[in-house]
């Protein structure tokens, strides 16, 4: 079980996928330029070093809310949306993801080591930085890129598809901007579409407009705890939002492969430093 495929916006990752045209027609990588994965934490191991230290960032969170995130981003239109069907095509997206071993980083937040519990001698990451590719048609050649780590600037996770810019944004000789579709999974839930738009008036100047949906503004109450959603559905034998064996072979394969890297692990002292860090490492900005 996965309590993460039990959030509100990770379930509507296919309801917005295949339940748009807008989206579903985009959703490829003649119209998609990256696609990022944030799931961050503010607090650092809270006295967790007995389970934390033996796991680290990777086998914590990377194996399985990460990357069960991307198989629901990536995977290919299900024959049907019954629980078999949609697992395969997860199955196939983790089965044709590879990882660039050259831009894999590995962090440890400073301090790490003065925790209680925690050897002195501990090689364990708290953050880690991974870009992929699925090797499929509709994907082949669209970075992936997957972020988790503690100690970081805030709470946060969500997903961010930046999209190509057109060939006729070329022309307009304008600061356009790229589109974007993020999806925020905590703690807010819904998601934001930014476009370029004409500012009002005589002059030609563009801004950038979002068009948003905000669960917590739709009325509803207290929306259902993700454990919720999975009792309910197993009470009820609905087993989509579970996962299938295979899926966890094939997260499981991916990760063995970046710690068979044994990459050097990098203290960071805040998240500006692994931002620079990172920069200098790989030229990506992070979120």
């Given amino acids: 079980i996965d309590h993460y495929l039990g959030k509100e916006m990770i379930q509507n990752i296919m309801m917005l996928r295949f339940a748009n045209r807008i989206i579903e027609d985009s959703w490829h990588n003649r119209s998609i330029k ?12 809270l006295a ?39 697992k ?13 071993d050259s831009e894999t980083i ?4 400073q301090g790490y080591l003065e925790e209680e519990n925690v050897p002195k001698s501990s090689k364990t990451e708290t953050f880690v930085f991974l870009k992929g590719f699925i090797n499929t048609p509709r994907f082949k050649g669209v970075p992936i890129y997957m972020i988790t780590g503690k100690k970081l600037d805030e709470k946060n996770a969500f997903i961010d598809v930046e999209f190509e810019e057109t ?69 009820e034998h609905h087993r989509t939002l579970f996962t299938r064996w295979d899926e966890i ?17 990098y203290t960071y002292k805040d998240y500006e430093d692994l931002k620079e860090y990172i920069m200098k490492q790989t030229g990506e900005t992070l979120l």
Wanted: aromatic residues 8%; charged residues 25%; without cysteine.
């Fill in 167 to 235: 060939s006729e944004q070329r022309k307009w000789h304008l600061p356009l901007s790229t589109n974007r579709l993020r999806i925020n999974i905590a703690p807010e839930d819904g998601f934001q579409l930014t476009l370029n738009a004409k500012v009002p008036g005589l002059r030609e100047a563009v801004q950038q407009v979002k068009l948003g949906y905000d669960v917590t503004n739709q009325g509803v109450g207290n929306l259902p705890e993700a454990y919720e959603k999975l009792l309910l559905d197993m009470m």
């Fill in 249 to 265: 072979q094939a997260s499981w394969q991916i990760i063995d492969s970046v710690l068979k890297q044994e990459k050097s692990i």
């Fill in 48 to 86: 967790r070093a007995g389970y934390y230290d033996k796991v680290g960032a990777l086998r914590d969170m990377m194996q399985s809310h990460v990357l069960q995130v991307v198989s629901l981003l990536t995977m290919d239109i299900p024959v049907s949306y019954y629980s078999d069907d949609v």
């Fill in 106 to 109: 590995l962090g440890q937040y």
């Fill in 34 to 45: 990256k696609i990022s994965v944030y799931v961050k934490e503010k607090d650092g191991i």
């Fill in 88 to 100: 395969n095509e997860k199955v196939a997206a983790l089965q044709a993801l590879s990882i660039d």
